[in-house]
């Protein structure tokens, strides 16, 4: 029998959904009242559009696959990618969060990141942040 696993996603404006966590009975509720009391909504890249954008809601679902390191059998893993803002450092470190196959070379991972329409692209404290530029070389 197949071990099923309950995944929080994320929904870009496009509608797609990415995993992003194991979900637990707690975890989508909490991040609803972290939003609610003015804590940051965390920066995702869409698994299918390389959109980024800011998650005001997660989504838990069921699947049949897992997320490494929570499912062996999976080639899908979660990445954390830091990224900077224009302005002086800040003591709130910015990353962005996505799902590749494990496999993945961390520059291609970046290729064609952009903004999601209507999304706004300032830190916290109003400074542009900067997307990681693509600085792999051709895909084949």
């Excluded at 869409?46 to 059998?73: F, N």
């Excluded at 494990?102 to 916290?124: Q, T, Y």
Aim: hydrophobic residues 30%; proline residues 9%; charged residues 20%.
């Amino acid at each position: 029998m197949n071990a099923l696993y309950q995944i929080d996603h994320a929904k870009c404006p496009a509608g797609h959904l990415t995993p992003l966590q194991p979900s637990t009975s707690q975890s989508t509720a909490d991040y609803q009242r972290q939003i609610g009391t003015g804590g940051d909504p965390i920066l995702v890249v869409c698994v299918r559009c390389s959109r980024v954008y800011r998650v005001h809601e997660l989504y838990s679902y069921q699947s049949k696959r897992g997320l490494l390191p929570d499912d062996p059998t999976t080639p899908l893993r979660v990445f954390v990618e830091p990224i900077e803002c224009d302005g002086e450092p800040h003591t709130i470190p910015l990353t962005v969060r996505g799902v590749r196959n494990e496999n993945s070379k961390v520059a291609d991972l970046k290729m064609g990141w952009k903004w999601a329409e209507g999304e706004d692209s300032k830190c916290p404290f109003g400074d542009e942040i900067q997307l990681p530029q693509y600085v792999g070389g051709p895909i084949i």
